[in-house]
């Protein structure tokens, strides 16, 4: 059963600019995830835009936005295949599980000028 559903956009220049902050990808981002998207080069930062926005949308899922969650307790990995998956950890996970969910499924695009994350959030059947 879906329980949340979110879906956010983010322009890519904002994670440019962050990227000249020194130590801000780090507050936002897990480790984990910058060493994927660093490892992509000069298109990393396309890649760390729809993590973003992937995170807003993991929030709006849960219908509490950001509130509470701490970013670097969520990463966006790439399986095998390039399938991306969301994996929780820490606030991210204690509020999922207080939420219900027994699932996150996501969804990631981009092109240069917008990024686009959708995320559904099941639970068990009522």
């Not at 396309?46 to 701490?70: M, N, P, Q, V, Y």
Request: positive net charge.
């Amino acid at each position: 059963m879906i329980l949340g559903i979110g879906i956010d956009v983010v322009h890519p220049d904002r994670i440019r600019k962050w990227q000249r902050i020194d130590g801000l990808l780090d507050r936002y981002f897990h480790a984990d995830e910058l060493a994927q998207c660093r490892a992509r080069g000069k298109s990393g930062f396309l890649s760390l835009a729809a993590r973003f926005a992937a995170k807003e949308a993991f929030g709006k899922a849960l219908g509490t936005g950001l509130s509470g969650l701490a970013l670097r307790d969520m990463a966006v990995m790439n399986d095998e295949v390039g399938k991306p998956e969301l994996r929780l950890e820490g606030s991210a996970q204690a509020a999922f599980e207080r939420f219900g969910g027994s699932r996150v499924l996501i969804s990631l695009t981009h092109e240069r000028s917008a990024v686009l994350a959708m995320v559904v959030i099941e639970g068990a059947a009522a």
